[in-house]
């Protein structure tokens, strides 16, 4: 035990847990022996074992934190708020940051940015685009402006529900103006993917061009998004050479992507490409879903490839996936 037993001794511990396998015990430890050698917890300690849970995703050990923390009478600060919150988004619990954001006030604390933007990252991973849209409004009508990550999660929000009309609309609104925001990759391929969950292949085609003219090269998300885009619309030429540029520019090639593509060209018609792209996938070490295999077999059937059909059927066997679609070759 050698340290010295000061408050900031066990707040670098219980700091220094979040990182190893056994963090858990690692922190309930430092804050049983801190209790023990009689050193009060302060706000600092709750928030470095809130900042440990919502590292590791555990929100519901972070709530608990925040009850020990009432029942103890030590005040929570704004830094305590944001952990939770982070915590609950980490974890996928929009309703339950929501309750938290609405606890604030009962204890005099005020959001700032931070606040406003993992509020709204929790709401757009819970697909709740109209609860960030309306944090959105309480953020203007409280003076407090956007940055780039808000941007990209209200993006993300509604592109993730569909709503291209309103992820466009952001977009313009927060990047244009006195107090534009300058987007980077993550808010195109944000859009991108808005505009592809809608169906809408030349506003993605559009914004794919406009993040290159703004000197930003295309992640994978922006990438894939634009290439099942095109997957939907039945636009196979389009997606092959988006596929061919992706391959030239070294840029990974999902699951997503592969399926996509074996997808459209299957529905077009076009079964030896669609096959040469899934050679391909294999080859590289992308396990293909069950998606792609029952295109492929479809494809076969109506084809009558036989041999294809079967040495599809063989692959799948070996990788230990059977598909049972009723398919007569």
């Known amino acids: 035990r050698g340290l010295e037993a000061t408050e900031a001794t066990f707040n670098a511990l219980i700091s220094a847990a979040a990182n190893g396998k056994e963090w858990r015990g690692r922190m309930e430890w430092a804050l049983a022996e801190m ?87 929790a709401y757009g991973r819970g697909r709740q685009w109209e609860a960030a849209l309306e944090v ?83 992640d994978t998300i922006a990438y894939s998004s634009l290439l099942s885009a095109y997957a939907k619309a039945g636009k196979w030429r389009a997606a092959l050479e988006l596929y061919k540029e992706m391959e030239e520019a070294d840029v990974r090639i999902d699951t997503i992507a592969y399926s996509a593509l074996i997808c459209v060209l299957a529905k077009g018609d076009q079964l030896r490409r669609a096959l040469e792209v899934y050679a391909h996938m294999t080859a590289q070490g992308t396990p293909p879903d069950r998606i792609v295999y029952s295109d492929l077999l479809r494809a076969c059937a109506k084809a009558g490839a036989v041999e294809a059909a079967m040495g599809l059927q063989q692959d799948m066997k070996q990788r230990g996936d059977h598909l049972d679609n009723g398919l007569q070759l």
């Not at 928030?47 to 519901?60: I, T």
């Not at 409280?142 to 999660?153: E, Y």
């Not at 987007?183 to 914004?207: F, K, M, N, Q």
């Open 136 to 218: 959105h409004a309480e953020m203007r009508e409280r003076g407090v402006r956007a940055n780039t990550i808000i941007a990209n999660s209200l993006i993300s929000a509604c592109g993730q529900a569909g709503r291209w009309e309103e992820a466009g609309a952001l977009f313009r609104e927060l990047t244009s103006g006195p107090h534009a925001v300058a987007p980077d990759v993550i808010t195109y391929s944000a859009l991108i993917t808005a505009y592809e969950r809608g169906g809408r292949w030349r506003e993605a085609e559009a914004v794919f061009q406009d993040m290159r003219a703004a000197g930003m090269a295309p």
């Open 35 to 121: 209790g023990e050698a009689g050193v009060p917890a302060s706000a600092s300690t709750y928030n470095a074992a809130l900042n440990a849970c919502a590292k590791r995703k555990d929100w519901r050990r972070a709530l608990a934190l925040f009850e020990e923390m009432e029942a103890a009478e030590v005040a929570p600060d704004t830094v305590t708020f944001n952990t939770l919150l982070k915590a609950c988004a980490a974890g996928r619990q929009a309703g339950v940051a929501e309750g938290v954001f609405a606890r604030m006030a009962e204890f005099d604390v005020r959001p700032n940015r931070i606040t406003y933007g993992t509020i709204i990252s």
